[in-house]
């Protein structure tokens, strides 16, 4: 096991999540934005108005600050967080998807150099070869999301791969091809939405009406075909994401929200292209964060219905591995960490604290917690992401012998892993729950209930 | 030792790698090469930017003007040619790499809006200079900063990764334990230098190929290009002597056991650089002319380095019997072969894609590039890929 990075607070999930959904409106608009480009270029020469080639300017311009500083860069950032959150994670995905992610390097040079030779070369080469750099732009990013897409599904559902280990079998598993149709479709209306921002700058009013009138008709058909991709996403679902995608505890209000957002964001491509001088930078703007807010939902549902794994049915989100997998010759860890305990299983532990005795119960306890639980669960009361102190008190637990015995089902709940270790470890964890707990009205502090398990 | 030796082997991910470990060593060494040269045309760039901006007189403010231009593109490059080193290094070094990452992990992170700050400074610097705004060299003063506090972290993790016997003191000390990541363990000031002062040689390359370049233009002030090369020939002089006190440095600091002065890949290394040396030398008097020549030896010299580098890092990685060559494999053909097919056909389109820079750079006027051959195929090439990628799904799913 790896040394576990602890983030007072927040949480080390918290720090990934943040970064990640930063990261979603940089990249979107990297990957959809040049299919519209590359379409009013065309039309620029095609029609002979060079005049549209002032909003080709300025759009290529936004990409190239916001996508390729903030966007290739807050995709490092997620690379970084996980790596130092998760590494027995990211480990196995590169153990797997080496050769993918490089496949998808080469696409990312293709994308660079293209889109700075489209900026430097616009009316300094002809027509067509500036087209087509622009087209090879436009492919290469989706390409580039071809092969992303491949392996963020694999996650959620691994299929064939648990058995055969396969590169292609877990690449092009059951929820690929809904996820990336739906993805290629929703690509079409982001760059729609951003094409509405950037029009609304313009000073020629004519060129930005023109504008907007296609870009929402090019908004409102990914948007029909993203939902109904969607749908045929929902149905792909492996049964036990299905189940959990039904439990209000794990998914709560979330896709509401990205159902709402799409709403708000169907209504406003129908508004500007009824009445496209409305489109003005403020209320396109907000349509952006609306969007925002949307995608964030949904890539969270596709978090949270992974749990409690980080690769369906392979490895926990606490990076532990239950089961074999006899493709790849790896063997499971559960029986050798309830044989020999996690204490020792890992080598980033005290060395006082690995054999569990009375004195440092609770210290033992908290660095059991920091490795099994604190992936998904902070430790402090007042921490961001499902605090300890405050789940052991919805589950009502208050002495060490009733927490002892929870722990030891912990996998009744479909989203949680099973508690691995020895039988005293789980008691140390249990002391250390019940002393970190919110101590009912008149009972003195937890110390009393740590001095019955002294004796 | 022995149970250093185990916890690295336990460490690492039992899914094995998917093909022969030494490919993805040279492609580590390669990728990396890349990365360093950009990280010194960007050190370099950010530098002779502002250096230019407070010089003022002379040709100082064109040059400045370019090098702003010039390092938001080499910007954009180090970091996707940093992402390469950064994917390789995690299939062989696991073990190394993750827990040196973990015990520095808001370094690691906070590197990330470092950049953030650093890049977007390096765009305001870039604009406000073509602009002529007074008063800007706050930004780009802030963005080298920043850039060099990035290196320093980088260094420290890449170097505290080879003290595995430290790792669990630096992480737990003792009995107390500190998981916050928020120190960097350990820094060898001549390891850093080595990568630092390089940036000025390697620069003053740049501007002797920048002289080259634009030489035929009919736009461009003969003077001026004439005086970018010689200053820069004469700026690679001084820095790659310099280079070389402080690799010697470097030397005297490794272990003295591993007899690094003895290793033939780092033998060879030095010699390239001393050839490099002395066609500096020579090319003073006419770096124009010089110029293809001296960076192609520098590509090569800077290769030499990075392997040297690894060669270290197989003696460190062996005091504890670690060897990548031993990795389990667990063979996956069919990624390798998707890998190699899509790398040739970028080459393809990268190629096309120099071409039409190279071509429209040279000009100053307007170009007509339309009858290239490569410009269809490039196409073709990614629409091919695509079917191929159908054909495959369509047979796995079948
Ligand atoms: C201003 C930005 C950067 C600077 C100044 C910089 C500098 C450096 C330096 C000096 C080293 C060598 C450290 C040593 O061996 O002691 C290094 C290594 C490395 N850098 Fe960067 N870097 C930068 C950005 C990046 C980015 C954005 C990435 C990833 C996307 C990256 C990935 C790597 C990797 C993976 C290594 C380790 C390679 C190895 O040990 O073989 N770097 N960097």
């Given amino acids: ?455 | 030792m022995t149970n250093i030796g185990a916890m690295l082997k336990s460490l690492q991910d039992p899914m094995g790698v998917p093909f022969y470990p030494l490919v993805f060593q040279v492609l580590l060494v390669i990728t990396f090469a890349l990365h360093i040269i950009f990280v010194n045309l960007v050190v370099g760039g950010v530098f002779m930017s502002v250096y230019g901006y407070f010089k003022k007189g002379g040709h100082y403010r064109p040059l400045a003007k370019s090098f702003a231009k010039a390092t938001t593109i080499n910007f954009s490059l180090l970091i996707v040619l940093g992402v390469a080193p950064l994917l390789f290094m995690q299939v062989i070094y696991d073990p190394f790499w993750y827990t040196s990452n973990v015990l520095s992990a808001a370094w690691m992170v906070g590197v990330v809006f470092a950049l953030m700050a650093a890049f977007s400074f390096v765009y305001v610097f870039y604009l406000k200079i073509t602009k002529e705004r007074k008063h800007i060299g706050v930004w780009g003063v802030a963005a080298f900063l920043l850039i060099i506090l990035v290196g320093v972290t980088m260094h420290a993790v890449s170097y505290q990764a080879l003290f595995p016997e430290q790792w669990v003191r630096w992480y737990v000390g003792g009995s107390t334990a500190d998981f916050s990541g928020t120190i960097l363990h350990a820094f060898q000031l001549p390891r850093f230098l080595h990568f630092m002062v390089a940036s000025f040689a390697i620069t003053g390359i740049f501007m002797m190929v920048y002289s080259w370049y634009f030489k035929d233009r009919d736009d461009m002030d003969r003077s001026y290009l004439v005086w970018v090369g010689k200053a820069g020939a004469k700026m690679a002089v001084v820095f790659t002597v310099l280079q070389m006190a402080v690799g010697v440095w470097w030397l005297l600091s490794v272990p003295a056991n591993f007899q690094f002065y003895k290793n033939p890949v780092f033998i060879a290394a030095g010699i390239l650089a001393v050839v490099l040396l002395l066609v500096l030398i020579e090319a003073q008097s006419n770096p124009q002319r010089y110029a293809l020549p001296t960076a192609g030896l520098a590509l090569i010299s800077v290769l030499g380095m990075t392997s040297a580098r690894e060669a270290l890092r197989v003696l460190y990685a062996g005091r504890y019997d670690y060897s990548v060559y031993s990795y389990k494999l667990n063979l996956s053909y069919g990624s390798t072969v998707l890998f190699a097919v899509t790398f040739l056909m970028g080459i393809v389109i990268v190629g096309y894609m120099l071409t039409v820079v190279f071509k429209m750079g040279r000009s100053s006027k307007p170009i007509d590039l339309s009858s290239l051959k490569l410009r269809t195929w490039s196409v073709y090439l990614m629409i091919a890929w695509v079917l191929m990628m159908i054909g495959i799904g369509v047979a796995i799913a079948s």
Wanted: aromatic residues 14%; contains cysteine.
């Fill in chain 1, 1 to 455: 096991m790896y040394p576990v990075w602890q983030v007072p607070v927040m949480g080390s999930a918290l720090v990934i999540a943040f970064i990640a959904s930063f990261h979603i409106l940089p990249s979107h608009l990297a990957t959809s934005a040049f299919w519209f480009n590359v379409y009013v270029e065309d039309k620029a020469y095609k029609e002979d108005r060079p005049e549209l080639l002032e909003f080709i300017k300025k759009y290529v311009l936004v990409i190239l600050i916001f996508s390729f500083i903030f966007g290739s860069l807050s995709g490092v950032g997620i690379w970084y967080a996980v790596t130092v959150s998760n590494p027995k994670g990211i480990s196995a995905l590169i153990h797997n998807y080496v050769w993918g992610w490089a496949s998808e390097w080469v696409f990312f040079i293709i994308e660079i150099l293209a889109i700075y030779i489209y900026y430097y070369t616009l009316g300094r080469v002809d027509d067509r070869t500036h087209l087509t750099i622009g087209l090879i732009y436009a492919i290469g990013s989706w390409i580039s999301m071809v092969i992303i897409t491949g392996i963020i599904s694999f996650m959620l559902s691994p299929g064939k791969w648990l058995r055969t280990g396969g590169f292609f079998d877990g690449f092009f598993n059951p929820t690929y091809l809904p996820q990336l149709l739906m993805r290629t479709s929703f690509m079409f209306a982001i760059a729609g939405l951003y094409a509405i921002v950037v029009a609304g700058t313009l000073k020629n009013r004519e060129v930005a009406s023109f504008i907007v009138r296609r870009a929402s008709v090019w908004g409102m058909a990914g948007a029909v075909l993203a939902a109904l991709f969607f749908k045929l996403y929902l149905w792909s679902l492996p049964d036990t994401a299905k189940e959990l995608y039904g439990m209000s505890v794990l998914v709560g209000t979330v896709p509401d929200i990205a159902v709402a957002a799409f709403i708000a964001l169907f209504v406003w491509f129908i508004v500007v292209w009824i009445r496209p001088q409305l489109a003005r930078l403020v209320p396109g703007v907000l349509a952006i964060l609306i969007l925002l807010a949307g995608i964030f939902s949904a890539e969270s549902v596709r978090e949270r219905i992974r749990k409690p794994y980080v690769i369906d049915h392979y490895m926990y989100s606490n990076q532990i591995i239950p089961n074999d997998m006899v493709a790849k010759g790896v063997q499971g860890e559960m029986g050798t960490i309830d044989r020999e305990g996690i204490l020792h299983y890992s080598y980033f532990v005290p060395e006082g604290l690995r054999t569990i005795d009375d004195a440092d119960l609770l210290r033992s306890g908290r660095i059991i917690a920091q490795i099994e639980c604190s992936a998904c669960h902070t430790l402090e009361s007042n921490g961001w992401l499902r605090p300890l102190p405050a789940m052991m008190e919805k589950a009502g637990l208050v002495t060490v012998d009733d927490t002892q015995a929870f722990i030891g089902f912990l996998d009744s709940f479909p989203f949680m892993p099973q508690f691995a270790g020895t039988a005293a470890e789980k008691r140390a964890l249990a002391a250390y729950l019940v002393s970190i707990r919110p101590h009912p009205a008149g009972a003195p502090a937890g110390r009393a209930t740590i001095g019955k398990i002294h004796r």
